[in-house]
């Protein structure tokens, strides 16, 4: 069997530092099959460069597998770039391994070539990696040719974690957080998103004794209070109840938090979850007008919004809203409609986003070729964002800004959010720390 270093390459702290999941459940996988792993994330070191080339010299390892989790920050307003904290650590391995490089990660799913070429690793595997991860390995270790991009085969039953105690301690000091997945998969049409292509379009939910396991675990060995459920949507089918229940069954002294889709919530199914654990959601609300919502192939109205927000007002569980505007359909007229939407949204918080990253393979690149917005060909490895043709960027701006200006519940640009949960942790507060914003009112 083969010595394997598994690298997370994300430095991002934007909302706050989040763990490493799917190395850590690669490492599982690659465990499994008896290969001795070790694993190495960036964002933990003080040092990362000397701590990494160290690392290398001590566990000399056969293969190295990079995960690569953003491509950027997303935010039309403070552009970031993040491929290339990766191609610095492939040159550094080169300057001390001979091992063969491995990429894989959601960024490098979304524009494998372009990062292939421009990292200078040797091959890559395209979306879900724990069955054929360690295949590549095992090829790589033999001297067997592999092919430099190939997808990865859909496990059927989704492998728990391997956390390292070391990395797990770090996310726990700073953010209080580690991750753990219930499902795979989204269903939805949203006309940004590449999640279908990253995870299939077919749910498929773990048993929730699996999870549990994983929380228990966690809460045992490394003292892990407080998850975030990094699924596409928590809710997008019913079988998330069954968690709940069997959380309860067990009597886990834990707290989490999830993405929810803000359609069909009712505030009895959200004191159940919260009997469970649930402490707050992020809703993919995306846009603030039945218009923007059908440009961006929501499925919903802002009416069905608004019920779900009450719900969670109703059951006294923290929830923010996620708004982009500037997407298909956007005019002076909508943006006015929508932020007039945004005030029924009582005792939560609007974090907003002015236009949308284009992805390749999505709906939204299709149509802004078709606008003339986005050549064919182009790359994407540099930031594209969509606005709707006609519309006065500048003036959308200015608008959001002055009427979210003096509330703490409601923020624009992003950066102003990164500013204020910044302060917030430099204070010791640890979480999502946005849910220490809403306000709910003193009960009758």
């Known amino acids: ?57 001590a566990f000399q390892p056969e293969v190295l ?35 063969p490089i ?25 979306g ?26 859909v496990p059927e039953v989704l492998g728990a974690p391997a956390y390292d105690p070391a990395i797990a301690r770090f996310y726990l000091e700073r953010s209080g957080l580690l991750n753990v997945q219930t499902q795979r998969g989204c269903d939805q049409s949203c006309v940004y998103c590449n999640y279908a292509d990253l995870e299939g379009t077919r749910i498929r939910r773990r048993e929730p004794g699996a999870v549990a396991d994983d929380l228990a675990r966690a809460r045992r060995d490394l003292g892990a209070e407080a998850f975030f459920l990094a699924d596409a949507l ?42 469970a654990g649930l402490r707050a959601a992020e809703l993919g609300t995306d846009a603030a007008c039945d218009a923007t919502l059908r440009g961006l192939g929501k499925g ?32 002076a007229a909508t943006v006015e409609e929508g932020l007039a939407n945004l005030e029924r949204l009582r005792h939560t918080v609007v974090f907003a986003f002015s236009g949308i990253r284009i992805l390749p393979g999505t709906p939204l690149l299709g149509l802004a070729q078709r606008q003339g917005l986005a050549t064919p060909g182009a790359p994407l490895l540099e930031p594209l964002h969509y606005f709707a043709p ?12 002055g009427v979210f200006k003096g509330r703490r519940d409601r923020v624009f640009p992003p950066s102003r959010g990164r500013e204020r949960l910044e302060a917030l942790r430099a204070l010791g507060f640890k979480g999502l720390l946005w849910d220490t914003l809403v306000r709910f009112p003193v009960p009758a």
């Not at 190395?23 to 499994?32: D, K, N, P, T, V």
């Not at 360690?134 to 790589?140: I, N």
């Not at 006609?390 to 800004?401: F, K, P, S, V």
């Open 234 to 275: 928590f809710n997008g089918d019913p079988g998330y109840r069954e968690l709940a229940e069997e959380i309860l069954r067990r009597g886990l002294d834990v707290t989490w938090s999830c993405y929810m889709r803000p359609q069909g919530l009712r505030a009895e199914d959200l004191r159940l979850l919260k009997r």
């Open 390 to 401: 006609g519309l006065d960027r500048q003036a959308m701006e200015a608008r959001i800004a």
């Open 65 to 99: 597998g990079f995960s690569l989790r953003n491509l950027d920050s997303c935010d039309s307003l403070a552009t970031t770039d993040y491929p290339s904290t990766a191609r610095h650590l492939v040159a550094v391995a080169r300057a001390h391994t001979r091992a």
């Open 1 to 57: 069997m083969s010595r394997v270093l598994l690298v997370s390459t994300n430095v991002t702290c934007d909302p706050y530092p989040v763990h490493p999941l799917g190395m850590a459940i690669l490492a599982g996988a690659l465990a499994a099959r008896g290969h001795e792993v070790a694993q190495f994330d960036v964002l933990a070191e003080a040092r990362p460069e000397e701590a990494f080339a160290a690392r290398i010299a």
């Open 128 to 153: 879900e990696g724990e069955v054929t991860g360690p295949l590549v390995v095992e090829a790589l270790a033999a001297g067997r040719p592999v092919p430099p991009i190939q997808r990865g085969a």
């Open 300 to 331: 919903f109205t802002f009416a069905e919004v608004v019920e779900a927000n009450e719900a969670f007002v109703e059951a006294r569980v923290p929830c923010a809203h996620f708004v982009m505007f500037g997407g298909p359909g956007e005019t």
């Open 102 to 126: 491995v990429l894989g990660g959601p960024a490098f799913s979304i524009l494998p070539a372009e990062l292939l070429a421009y990292t200078g690793a040797d091959c890559g595997v395209v």
